[in-house]
C-alpha cells in the first residue's frame, strides 16, 4: 500500500511542475517609446493596454527618456493607446504579447503631425495620394468628403460676397450712396460676421443722407448709426471706427455720446487722440453747433499740443467771442492771440498761416463805431 502511494505520489509531482511551467507562460510585456511633436523624448505620456480578447485594462507612464515598459500582461490580443494631456492622440491596435520576447510599440506624434498636415494639405486641394487614401477608415474618407463639400459652398459663397462688397466699394468711388447701400446690404446678409462690411454699409448710409432732406435724412443717419454699432460690436478695438461713429452721432446732434466715442478712439490710439476730436470739431461747426465746437478743438489741443489745425480753429472759435469796447476796439477772449500765434510757431507756412496773421493783426485796430453820414460832411465842407 505504501510503495503504491509512494509511486502515485512521484508519479504527480512531475504534473505539478509542468502544470507551473505552462503557467508562468501566459504571461508577455510590451514596451516602446514615445516622440512629442518637437522630435524631442516626451515623458508622463500615459500609455493604456487594452485587451481584446477578454476584459482587461493596464497603464503605464512613460519616462524622462520617453521609453514604457509593461510586464506580467497575459498573453493575448491587445489595443495600444498613447495619451497626452488627456486626449488620445494615436494608438496601435491587433498588438499581440508573446512568451520570452517583449512586444515593441513605438509612438512618434512629430511623425503623425506631419502625416495629418500633408492629409489636411491633399484633402484640402483634392489630391490625396493612393497611400494616404490606404490610410483613411471609411468614417474619415466620409469626413473629408463632407469638409470639401462644405468647403466649396464657402468659397462659392466667399465669391458672391467678395463680388458684392467690390460693386459696393465702386458705386462709393461713384458717390451712387443708394447703390452702394444695396451692395453693402446684401454683403451683409450673406456674412453679418464681417466688420469691414457693415463699416462701409455705415459710411454708404452716412453719404447717403448727405442727399436728403428731412425724415429721409434723418432714416438715413439712423440706420449708419446702427450699421456703425454693428461693426463696433464685430471690432471694438478699431480706433477708426469709434471716430466715425462719432462723428455720425455729432450729426444727430447726440453730442454727448459722441463725445464719449472720440475718448475711446483717443484711448485707444492716443498719438491720434487731436485729430478725433478736430474732427468732432469740424462737423460741429459745420452745423452751427459752435460752442460744443469749440470744446472739441480745446479738447484735442489737450490731446495733441502740436497738432496745427487745432490751434488755428480754437483761435476761430474763440474770435467769434470777441467783443467790441465804445471807443472800436476789440477785446478777444484770452487765449486767441496765443491759439494763432500756436498755429504760426507749428505751422509757419501752413495753409491758415495768412489767415492766423490777419487774426492777429485786426486785433491790433480801432474798429471804428460811430456811424457818419458821407452826403452830411460834404455838405458842411461846401458851406464854407
Not at 255 to 284: H, M, R, S, W
Request: hydrophobic share 40%; net charge positive.
Amino acid at each position: 500500500m505504501v510503495r503504491i502511494r509512494m509511486k502515485t505520489i512521484m508519479a504527480v509531482a512531475p504534473a505539478l511542475l509542468l502544470f507551473t511551467g505552462v503557467s508562468m507562460a501566459q504571461t508577455g510585456s510590451i514596451e516602446g517609446k514615445v516622440t512629442g511633436e518637437d522630435g524631442q523624448p516626451l515623458k508622463d505620456a500615459l500609455i493604456k493596454i487594452e485587451r481584446k480578447d477578454i476584459k482587461g485594462s493596464y497603464k503605464v507612464k512613460t519616462k524622462k527618456k520617453g521609453d514604457f515598459f509593461h510586464a506580467g500582461l497575459p498573453l493575448g490580443q491587445y489595443k495600444v493607446v498613447c495619451e497626452v494631456n488627456g486626449q488620445d492622440v494615436d494608438s496601435v491596435d491587433g498588438i499581440r504579447t508573446s512568451f520570452g520576447e517583449s512586444t515593441v510599440v513605438n509612438f512618434n506624434l512629430q511623425e503623425i503631425k506631419k502625416k495629418q498636415q500633408a492629409l489636411a494639405q491633399a484633402a484640402e486641394s483634392g489630391t490625396l495620394t493612393r497611400d494616404q487614401a490606404r490610410e483613411l477608415s471609411a468614417e474619415q474618407r466620409a469626413a473629408l468628403e463632407k469638409q470639401a463639400k462644405e468647403r466649396q459652398q464657402q468659397l462659392a459663397k466667399n465669391k458672391e460676397l467678395n463680388d458684392a462688397f467690390n460693386v459696393g466699394m465702386e458705386a462709393m468711388k461713384l458717390k451712387q450712396w443708394d447703390a452702394a447701400v444695396a451692395s453693402f446690404a446684401k454683403a451683409s446678409e450673406m456674412d453679418a460676421k464681417q466688420h469691414v462690411v457693415w463699416a462701409q454699409l455705415a459710411d454708404s448710409y452716412i453719404g447717403l443722407a448727405g442727399t436728403k432732406a428731412g425724415p429721409e435724412q434723418e432714416a438715413a443717419m439712423t440706420k449708419g448709426v446702427e450699421s456703425w454699432v454693428k461693426a463696433l460690436e464685430l471690432k471694438p478695438d478699431d480706433a477708426a471706427y469709434h471716430n466715425n461713429y462719432a462723428l455720425a452721432l455729432a450729426k444727430l446732434k447726440k453730442f454727448d455720446e459722441a463725445q464719449a466715442e472720440l475718448t475711446k478712439a483717443a484711448t485707444i490710439d492716443p498719438v491720434n487722440g487731436g485729430k478725433y476730436f478736430y474732427n468732432l470739431g469740424a462737423v460741429l461747426t459745420n452745423i452751427g453747433q459752435l460752442e460744443p465746437a469749440g470744446e472739441a478743438f480745446r479738447k484735442a489741443i489737450e490731446m495733441s499740443p502740436n497738432y496745427a489745425p487745432a490751434h488755428f480753429q480754437y483761435g476761430l472759435y474763440l474770435m467769434a467771442k470777441a467783443t467790441t469796447t465804445p471807443d472800436g476796439k476789440m477785446i478777444p477772449p484770452d487765449g486767441t492771440r496765443q491759439a494763432f500765434e500756436k498755429y504760426l510757431e507749428l505751422d509757419p507756412t501752413g495753409p491758415n498761416a495768412d489767415a492766423s496773421k490777419a487774426m492777429i493783426a485786426s486785433m491790433e485796430t480801432t474798429i471804428q463805431t460811430e456811424y457818419a453820414n458821407p452826403a452830411a460832411e460834404k455838405k458842411k465842407k461846401g458851406k464854407k
